[in-house]
T-cell receptor, first 116, second 113 residues
Framework: AQKVTQAQTEISVVEKEDVTLDCVYE???????LFWYKQPPSGELVFLIR??????QNEISGRYSWNFQKSTSSFNFTITASQVVDSAVYFC?????????????FGKGTKLSVKP | DGGITQSPKYLFRKEGQNVTLSCEQN?????MYWYRQDPGQGLRLIYY???????QKGDIAEGYSVSREKKESFPLTVTSAQKNPTAFYLC????????????FGSGTRLTVV
């Protein structure tokens, strides 16, 4: 069965610390897509990244980086030198090419608090 | 600018009243979704629609109803049968299915008193 697990419910760090948000997924499809979304206090979910199952290259975008490892079914997200504006709830999500009608399956989210 | 508009942002209703939440998109997306979010909880799928005039129940459809008469619009009605309607409601859309990800609206916070 398809599933996304974000084991960290809440994380609190001090500004400028690095922080890694964990995401573990389960799927039987060989073709699937992984996503990260950010939900700031305003409420709207903002797309951060999409990765397909055939591309295991890590990606870096500014202070954000993502580590995709199929061997451990993980898609972890690291924020380097965190800032107060990074405070938000972060969701990891999975979409299967064949299963779950293609709908996104979300983890329960990790609430990140960055203190000045 | 293309996007999804949810209105109103805040909504207050008396217990026992039906209420309709609006969701409009101008992205020409085929699929639309409604999610419910409770404090400290993840996103739970209420209903989704992949084409006009068709929709399917999600994980928590009881007490809710939807329609999809136009591609651009997917309103959600919270009926009096929904026992705990106070929550944050998010609408989303996608081009085709979720493999391309979703675009989300800014949400409607419904409070029933």
């Amino acid at each position: 069965a398809q599933k996304v697990t974000q084991a960290q419910t809440e994380i609190s760090v001090v500004e400028k610390e690095d922080v890694t948000l964990d995401c573990v997924y389960e799927t039987r499809d060989t073709t699937y897509y992984l996503f990260w979304y950010k939900q700031p206090p305003s409420g709207e979910l903002v797309f951060l990244i999409r990765r397909n199952s055939f591309d295991e290259q890590n990606e870096i975008s500014g202070r954000y980086s993502w580590n995709f490892q199929k061997s451990t079914s993980s898609f972890n997200f690291t924020i380097t030198a965190s800032q107060v504006v990074d405070s938000a709830v972060y969701f990891c999500a999975l979409s299967e090419a064949r299963g779950s009608q293609g709908n996104l399956i979300f983890g329960k989210g990790t609430k990140l608090s960055v203190k000045p | 600018d293309g996007g999804i508009t949810q209105s109103p942002k805040y909504l207050f209703r008396k217990e026992g009243q039906n209420v309709t939440l609006s969701c409009e998109q101008n992205l020409n997306h085929d699929a639309m979704y409604w999610y419910r979010q409770d404090p400290g909880q993840g996103l739970r799928l209420i209903y989704y629609s992949q084409i006009v005039n068709d929709f399917q129940k999600g994980d928590i459809a009881e007490g809710y109803s939807v329609s999809r008469e136009k591609k651009e619009s997917f309103p959600l009605t919270v009926t009096s049968a929904q026992k705990n309607p106070t929550a944050f409601y998010l609408c989303a859309s996608s081009h085709g299915q979720g493999v391309y990800g979703y675009t989300f609206g800014s949400g409607t916070r419904l409070t029933v008193v």
